[in-house]
Structures are given as structure tokens and as C-alpha cells.
């Protein structure tokens, strides 16, 4: 590592818009010096690469590189390959850290070594700043474990790592699109402590643009495959994810023999949930959704009322057949599935 740095705060981004000024600023008033801000353009077409280009002038601490339109994972990956730190700090380009931030998290890491993982709380707010609330992740760090098997309980731009272990785990994996922060989580989980300060040490964006809003589809489906992954190691069998070079396409017939196979064939119904996103996969087969490999998430159940209303409106299915979805549809929630029922009969779903 080199000397005069001990945090590389890694800062991806594709289009900041608005908010990026003022990420980048948050991360050079921090209360401590010896930072660097490691920010990687993905492809930008805005004013992100004049924003970061200025950023970079003023202070010879920030570090720009290009991907060129890569993808997430690998701008995320250009970062942990450049940080010159001991310790690897996340931030998201619509975020805001607190002016502390850095210093209290390098504190506690530096108090408790076994810890290779830690984020914080945060304070939601709106496009325009505005505070909305708080999020409060679990902090016990048994309790993170656990909760680690069925969800995420950190916030990404919230995290701090040990370089080194990042490096030495393989970093982020593009099999996990939308969901490669959970995959690292776990794989960390298994070699060393995690945790999260009980006190908003960010400011996390709610906007229409979040990454969760437009890939839920996608982002569920890695989860999925996650936690397969995960189960598989905890077995001592091999990684089925090491044999992908990228996510898994549901319409590709290899992906529905691999190692996911199960998993492939339940999303083929589940992307109908997203109209738009919804590969072209011929006849449905609802027998995974109705059998499903392992139980349903929250979210997944949501997904697949969502899939089931698209899938009845559909031309070709008689009365008997579209009342037969629309009552598992309901099975899977009532409440939801009346609230979905009603706004496609008004014209609102």
C-alpha cells in the first residue's frame, strides 16, 4: 500500500447528473487526510467526466479512470485493482458521506482486526436532499451473519473493507449482476467478522433512478444465485459460480442445464414480472413458480403475483384460464393481489 494513504474511497459512475459534486466534495471534507477518492467513469455521456476532471485539479487526491461502458462490475473491480489504501471505502455517486465518517469506521476497524467488513446506518433523503427518513440495519454481528443467508443487511455506499482481503476473495463477480455487493458480503462473511455502526454515517438518495428500481428482475434473480453459491461452500462443494464469466440469460437453453438450472427455469416465469425486460422465452412454464427450488422471498412473491397479472393478460387464455391465475396470484397475497387486480381493471397496472 502506499504510504501518505490509508483509505481509497471507491466512487463508480455512469451519468451522475446532478448529484455527483456533490459525493465527490463529501469525500474530500472528511475530517482525515489521508484519503484518496479512486473515481471510475463508466461510459458517461453528461457532464460526469468535466465534474470529475475538475474535482481532480483542485486535488491531487482524487484519481480518475475509464471502463468505458463495462458495466458496474467491472468500474467496481478498476477501483479495488487502483486503491493505494489499506482500507477500501464504498460510495455511491448520489450519496453523501458524513463529514466523520471515514474516521470513525478506520477506528473501529482498527480496534477489532478480525473485522473485514463494516457499514453503517444512514439518513434517507429525497432527489432534492431533503431528509426522509433513516435506514437501520441490523449491527450484532451473529445477528448479520444469520441475516446474511436470506438478505442484505448493509447499505453498499455505507461500507469500508480491508483491501487486501477484497483482492484476495476475487473481488465483485459479474455472474452476480445488480446483486455482486451481496455476493462479496457473503464470501467475506465466511473469512472474517462484519458489522455496522449503530449512527447514519451517509446520506442514502431515494430516487427514480436507483439501480433496485430498474433491475429488480435481475437483482433478485443474483440474490438467488447468491445464496445458492453460498450454500454450495458451506457444503465444501465448489463454487457453481466460479464457472461464469457473466449472469446467466434465461433465454439461453444451456443456462436451464447448468448448475443454476432450477433457479433459470423459476425466473423464466418471474420475468414477466418486467414487461419490458422480459426476454422472449416462448411457452410459459408455470410449474417452478408453483414448486418453486426453495421458498419464495418477500420480494420474489411480489415479483410473481406481478408476472402471473401479465401473464393473464396475455391473448389466448379463456376466462377459466385467466381466473386461474389470478387466484394464485391472490394465494401469493391477498391484500397485493386484490390491489394489483383492481388497478389492472382501472387501467393502472
Known amino acids: 500500500m502506499t504510504a501518505?494513504?490509508?483509505?481509497?474511497?471507491?466512487?463508480?459512475?455512469?451519468?451522475?447528473g446532478p448529484f455527483l459534486r456533490e459525493a465527490v466534495d463529501s469525500v474530500l471534507q472528511q475530517d482525515m487526510n489521508d484519503l484518496e477518492l479512486v473515481a471510475?467513469?463508466?461510459?458517461?455521456?453528461?457532464?460526469?467526466?468535466?465534474?470529475?476532471?475538475?474535482?481532480a485539479a483542485r486535488d491531487p487526491r482524487v484519481r480518475l479512470f475509464?471502463?468505458?461502458?463495462?458495466?458496474?462490475?467491472?468500474?467496481?473491480?478498476?477501483?479495488?485493482?487502483?486503491?493505494?489504501?489499506?482500507?477500501?471505502?464504498?460510495?455511491?455517486?448520489?450519496?453523501?458521506?458524513m463529514p466523520s465518517r471515514l474516521s470513525r469506521q478506520l477506528s473501529a476497524m482498527t480496534a477489532r482486526p478480525a473485522l473485514g467488513l463494516l457499514g453503517s446506518?444512514?439518513?434517507?433523503?429525497?432527489?432534492?436532499?431533503?431528509?426522509?427518513?433513516?435506514?437501520?440495519p441490523e449491527t450484532d454481528p451473529a445477528a448479520l451473519v444469520a441475516l446474511l443467508q436470506r438478505t442484505n443487511p448493509f447499505i453498499h455506499s455505507s461500507l469500508i473493507l480491508r483491501t487486501d482481503l477484497v483482492r484476495r476473495l476475487g473481488g465483485y463477480r459479474a455472474?452476480?449482476?445488480?446483486?455482486?455487493?451481496?455476493?462479496?458480503?457473503?464470501r467475506v462473511a465466511e473469512v472474517a467478522e462484519?458489522?455496522?455502526?449503530?449512527?447514519?454515517?451517509?446520506?442514502?438518495?431515494w430516487h427514480g433512478g436507483n439501480v433496485t428500481s430498474r433491475k429488480e428482475v435481475r437483482q433478485c434473480f443474483s440474490v438467488r444465485l447468491a445464496q445458492r453459491a453460498a450454500a454450495a461452500r458451506r457444503a465444501g462443494l465448489p463454487?457453481?459460480?466460479?464457472?461464469?464469466?457473466?449472469?446467466?440469460?434465461?433465454?439461453?437453453?444451456?443456462?436451464?442445464?447448468?448448475?443454476?438450472?432450477?433457479?433459470?427455469?423459476?425466473?423464466?416465469?418471474l420475468a414477466l414480472a418486467d414487461p419490458a425486460a422480459a426476454p422472449a422465452l416462448g411457452p410459459v412454464d408455470l410449474g417452478p413458480l408453483l414448486a418453486p427450488p426453495t421458498p419464495l422471498?418477500?420480494?420474489?412473491?411480489?415479483?410473481?403475483?406481478k408476472a402471473l397479472l401479465a401473464l393473464a393478460k396475455r391473448p389466448g387464455f379463456g376466462i377459466p384460464g385467466r381466473l386461474g391465475l389470478v387466484w394464485r396470484m391472490l394465494r401469493l397475497h391477498p391484500a397485493r393481489g386484490i390491489a394489483l387486480a383492481v388497478g389492472a381493471l382501472t387501467g393502472r397496472v
Open 121 to 136: 446506518w444512514a439518513e434517507t433523503i429525497d432527489a432534492d436532499g431533503r431528509p426522509i427518513g433513516r435506514l437501520t
Open 4 to 16: 501518505g494513504v490509508t483509505v481509497s474511497v471507491v466512487l463508480p459512475v455512469r451519468d451522475g
Open 239 to 269: 463454487d457453481p459460480a466460479d464457472a461464469l464469466a457473466g449472469p446467466p440469460d434465461l433465454a439461453d437453453p444451456a443456462a436451464a442445464a447448468g448448475a443454476f438450472a432450477e433457479d433459470v427455469r423459476l425466473y423464466r416465469v
Open 297 to 305: 422471498s418477500h420480494r420474489e412473491r411480489k415479483l410473481a403475483q
Open 194 to 205: 462484519v458489522g455496522n455502526l449503530p449512527e447514519p454515517l451517509i446520506r442514502y438518495r
Open 66 to 97: 475509464a471502463t468505458g461502458g463495462r458495466g458496474l462490475v467491472a468500474a467496481l473491480n478498476t477501483g479495488v485493482e487502483a486503491a493505494r489504501g489499506a482500507y477500501l471505502a464504498r460510495l455511491d455517486a448520489d450519496d453523501v458521506a
Open 175 to 186: 455472474a452476480f449482476e445488480a446483486a455482486e455487493d451481496y455476493d462479496l458480503w457473503l
Open 40 to 55: 471510475i467513469d463508466d461510459g458517461s455521456i453528461d457532464d460526469t467526466p468535466a465534474v470529475l476532471a475538475a474535482a
